[in-house]
């Protein structure tokens, strides 16, 4: 699958998702855009080299990911190509830093291992976190969420309309690249010769479609913002998974949870 | 050149946050002083086309690396460095958000990096310096090329900046920018390409929708209208996103070439000065003191100990989760 493909599907999916009746979709997206941006902090907070304390983090993303039903497998997919480059990075990390900090069993760990692991907890926590967010709210409702964050309607009507032109285009460009490919079996790619010929024809269809794109936008009322749809939000259930949240996070990152368990066995 | 919030700490990424909000509220100020309500459709093709042209490697011959399309130039030579700027925050937001291309806390650094530069630094002091004067095709490519490569440096070493005071890699600052900057005057040089091809293609169809900071010279050639050169340029972002894509590199990008080649070889020694300088400011920041790990036994017991309480910690949430998802099915079905 290239890349076209891959992220029609991908929008989709995170459509979907964000639309199904789950616990999580109905709460305010406010209290999880707040919540995610709280734990982000906390978790990049965290020293390179308390790693355990760092791994304390990962409660809140198997949490939300059982109660939330989210599938794990498809938010891992996102992590391998973010895994390389910080792969590249945290291997400077161990070439640079080999100061042994504590032996295993005659095993020297150094500063740079440690740090790459950190590098990968951090990178991974990041990404599950924001795929987690977006997994349960709509771009719609991120978009109702930074209004009310009062960040300026010219912006987030920007970002509304980027992601509806994109849809559009993506789809356009996904059904001529596939009649390409019927007309020129076993190719990988569209040849250089055929470029321009391919490139018109998208560009011709494409044109048409933006205009009535545009002019529906017009004859609807579009008059330089979109409305959005009041939803009923589960907002006592929204102020608690905030509050709760928050707290809970504090106290994972203030306590070496980790620590007092192991401790007890 | 997209950063992952694994790559920042908190407090760079709120300084870069409060830096990019800071130019965006500037930036929407002078849009709305603009009153031009059909920019915001402009606004919003454009945004859809540098999405699409973002998704696209452009491999670099002779270096094994590749780079993909800061649209940040090209949206200033057709919608202006304000307007340009809000443009490419939404493309970044939702890139961000949809792809996991550059992390939620490190979008203010990805905004600064790749938006501010190539509107300000790029059209403003390059695109609007030249074309005040009138505007050619020759100027459009060779201000175009400029402007990129310029804009592309400036946030090349941005990211190495904000990677070193964030005390993140143990890369020489030295050799991290060497290794960083050289592959990014080879990537601007294909942006700039790139984006005087548009430019070009725009000041061929409609001159007068060329942004120069002020009223066009020449005179405006009535071969196509407003609506369509819209069109058009959300057809080059689906033939961007659908054609060339097919053709889009497997190489790493930029950065991750960069470091590929600094992190292989085992001659370049680390500087310490500038790396304890971040370690406190990491330290001051740092919300909560963490725990050291000193070199003896008790360490690695320590070690151990949490890394036995971590598997029961978890496990025992997991059972608690699953448990309460069944009770809730069960209700519900119930």
Not at chain 1, 29 to 41: E, M, S
Not at chain 1, 58 to 82: D, N, P, Q
Not at chain 2, 175 to 182: D, I, R
Request: aromatic share 10%.
């Amino acid at each position: 699958m290239d890349k076209l493909d891959s992220a029609i599907q991908t929008i989709h999916q995170m459509e979907d998702m964000a639309e199904e009746n789950r616990f999580f979709c109905h709460i305010h997206p406010l209290a999880k855009v707040l919540v995610t941006l709280w734990y982000l902090v906390l978790v990049m907070s965290f020293d390179t080299y308390n790693l355990i304390g760092l791994a304390g983090m990962s409660l809140y993303l198997i949490i939300l990911f059982v109660v939330g039903e989210v599938s794990v497998k498809t938010a891992f997919r996102r992590l391998r190509l973010l895994f390389f480059g910080i792969f590249l990075l945290g291997a400077a990390n161990v070439i640079f830093d080999r100061e042994v900090l504590f032996r295993l069993h005659g095993f020297a760990v150094t500063g740079g291992m440690l740090s790459m692991l950190s590098l990968f907890l951090k990178a991974g926590f990041a990404v599950l976190a924001a795929y987690l967010l977006m997994a349960g709210t709509t771009v719609n409702g991120m978009c109702h969420a930074l209004r009310i964050m009062h960040v300026p309607g010219i912006l987030v009507t920007l970002v509304l309309l980027i992601y509806r032109y994109l849809v559009l285009m993506l789809k356009e460009a996904a059904r001529m690249r596939q009649a390409y490919l019927l007309r020129a079996p076993g190719q990988k790619g569209v040849q250089m010769r055929a470029w321009g010929s391919f490139a018109g024809q998208m560009l011709l269809r494409s044109m048409e479609r933006a205009e009535q794109v545009f002019d529906s936008m017009t004859l609807r009322g579009f008059q330089g913002e979109f409305p959005f749809l009041k939803r009923r939000w589960r907002m006592r259930t929204s102020i608690v998974y905030a509050v709760s949240w928050g707290i809970a996070l504090f106290v994972l990152r203030k306590f070496p949870i980790f620590y007092i368990a192991g401790g007890l066995l | 050149m997209h950063m992952a919030d694994a790559l920042v700490n908190p407090a760079v990424a709120g300084t870069m946050y409060v830096c990019s909000a800071a130019l965006a509220g500037y930036s929407i100020k002078k849009v709305k002083m603009e009153d031009e309500p059909k920019k915001i459709a402009a606004m919003g093709v454009m945004g859809a086309f540098v999405f699409a042209a973002q998704m696209i490697n452009f491999t670099i011959p002779g270096t094994g690396s590749s780079g993909h399309l800061c649209g940040s130039m090209l949206l200033t030579g057709i919608l202006g460095p304000y307007a340009g700027f809000l443009t490419m925050t939404g493309v970044l937001l939702i890139q961000c958000l949809l792809f996991a291309d550059g992390g939620l806390l490190a979008l203010g650094c990805n905004i600064w990096n790749m938006a501010a530069y190539g509107c300000f630094a790029g059209g403003l002091l390059i695109w609007k310096q030249v074309m005040k004067k009138g505007v050619t095709r020759k100027k459009i490519i060779s201000t175009s090329i400029a402007a990129c490569i310029v804009s592309l440096q400036l946030g090349a070493f941005s990211v190495t900046l904000q990677t070193l005071f964030s005390g993140i890699t143990e890369l020489p600052f030295g050799v991290f920018a060497a290794a960083m900057q050289p592959i990014h005057l080879a990537i601007g040089l294909v942006e700039g390409m790139i984006t005087a091809a548009v430019l070009v293609f725009v000041y061929e169809a409609r001159p007068e929708m060329l942004w120069t900071g002020n009223i066009m010279e020449c005179a405006p050639k009535e071969r196509m209208s407003f609506r369509k050169v819209l069109a058009v340029l959300a057809a080059v972002a689906a033939v961007t996103a659908g054609g060339l894509s097919l053709f889009a590199s497997q190489y790493p990008d930029g950065l991750e070439w960069s470091v590929e080649r600094v992190a292989g070889s085992t001659e370049l020694e680390a500087e310490g000065s500038i790396y304890k300088t971040a370690g406190q400011v990491q330290d001051k920041t740092a919300l909560l003191p963490d725990y050291a790990l000193p070199d003896d036994d008790s360490a690695a017991g320590t070690a151990v100990s949490g890394l036995a309480g971590c598997v029961i910690v978890v496990a025992v949430c997991t059972a608690v989760c699953y448990a309460f998802r069944f009770f809730r099915r069960k209700e519900q079905h119930g």
